[in-house]
Nanobody, 124 residues
């Protein structure tokens, strides 16, 4: 079992930055594909970014390319999402997720483990 705990959400003005963190507790997540998802009110949950276990591969949804950066520190069992140039449309609850399967296409990861979510609100 892996427990994922997000932190770093909050309220920021458009154009600002936030850094989300996700600490994994319990079983080591260093071999897992990890990702960030988000869900805005009235919308379906969508993948934002994903990263392979060794950080050699990363994926971003088109709407965040060039603004968000996903990274991980396996020694600390921690996942990060640096969000720059934030827009009001980035407002959502952001979820950390982990997929323990081998050979995962990170763009279509299917998480087994989820965090509780952290709210990100971008004001215009």
């Amino acid at each position: 079992q892996v427990q994922l705990v997000e932190s770093g959400g909050g309220l920021v003005q458009a154009g600002g930055s936030l850094r989300l963190s996700c600490a994994a507790h319990g079983r080591s997540s260093s071999s897992y594909t990890m990702g960030w998802f988000r869900q805005a009110p009235g919308k379906e949950r969508e993948i934002v970014a994903a990263i392979s276990w060794g950080a050699a591969r990363s994926y971003y949804v088109d709407s965040v390319k060039g603004r968000f950066t996903i990274s991980r520190d396996n020694a600390k069992n921690t996942l990060y999402l640096q969000m720059n140039s934030l827009k009001p449309e980035d407002t959502a609850v952001y979820y950390c997720a982990a997929d323990p399967r081998n050979g995962v296409n990170i763009a279509t990861m299917y998480p087994t483990y989820w965090g509780q979510g952290t709210q990100v609100t971008v004001s215009s």
